[in-house]
């Protein structure tokens, strides 16, 4: 079993939309969650940071359930530059001082016109 | 300020040939980590220095090696390349080490191809 994994998509979606893009991960023992936002051939860049009392950020939403080990990204309004690949990405036990990022495979968004 | 920079941006290599990627931190950050990513995957983790020293190594053969230097600048070499080895090469700097995650500021990558 994959250590991250999501849906890879791709999810088609007009502009105005809300859409939600979910992950799982296998280590109860995990110590930090994130999503990062890579878009076509670039690297990736830090989203927003997840906690289990829910973050905000404008009109992104991220939720974190440690008891079904279960992330979440709720993105409102969707705009065109949204359009992306978002990428779940947990810290391993041990892993915190090495700083070493477990990602998924990612969740590849289009927000059409 | 000048972020992640890596060189090449682009390579081309054939089969059994040795490569050397290299990658400068962002100015203050001692920590170099090295992802590999295959398309249509996430980022692998393959490597991370802080102060010249490996403090983590991910599940990669003994062809891929790295150091760091005085400079807090990185190296990653791979030898005996494979097709499989066709990807892009992440490099991703921080401020040091910690237990709570320090933010990871990645680079543009260089794209390695072995033909």
């Known amino acids: 079993r994959k250590e991250v994994e999501q849906d890879p998509g791709p999810f088609n979606v007009p502009e105005g939309a809300t859409v939600a893009f979910n992950c799982t991960y296998s280590?109860?023992?995990?110590?930090?969650f994130f999503w990062y936002r890579q878009d076509c051939r670039k690297e990736p860049k830090l989203l927003m940071s997840v906690y289990s009392s829910g973050n905000e950020d404008g009109r992104f939403t991220a939720q974190l359930n440690r008891a079904s080990q279960y992330i979440s990204l709720l993105i409102r309004d969707s705009k065109l530059s949204d359009s992306a690949t978002y990428l779940c990405v947990v810290t391993l036990p041990g892993d915190g001082t090495a700083s070493k990022l477990t990602f998924g495979t990612g969740t590849r968004l289009q927000v059409t016109l | 300020d000048a972020g992640v920079t890596q060189s090449p941006t682009h390579l081309i290599k054939t089969r059994g040939q040795q490569v050397t990627l290299r990658c400068s931190p962002i100015?203050?950050?001692?920590?170099v980590s090295w992802y590999q990513q295959v398309l249509g995957q996430g980022p692998q983790f393959i490597f991370q220095?802080?102060?010249?020293?490996?403090?983590g190594r991910g599940n990669f053969p003994d062809r891929f090696s790295a150091r760091q230097f005085p400079n807090y600048s990185s190296e990653l070499n791979v030898n005996a390349l494979l097709l499989g080895d066709s990807a892009l090469y992440l490099c991703?700097?921080?401020?040091?080490?910690?237990?709570?995650?320090?933010?990871?500021?990645f680079g543009p990558g260089t794209r390695l191809t072995v033909l």
């Open positions: 220095y802080y102060e010249k020293e490996e403090r």
């Open positions: 991703a700097s921080s401020t040091g080490l910690a237990i709570t995650y320090n933010e990871q500021f």
């Open positions: 280590n109860s023992a995990s110590q930090s």
């Open positions: 100015s203050g950050h001692k920590s």
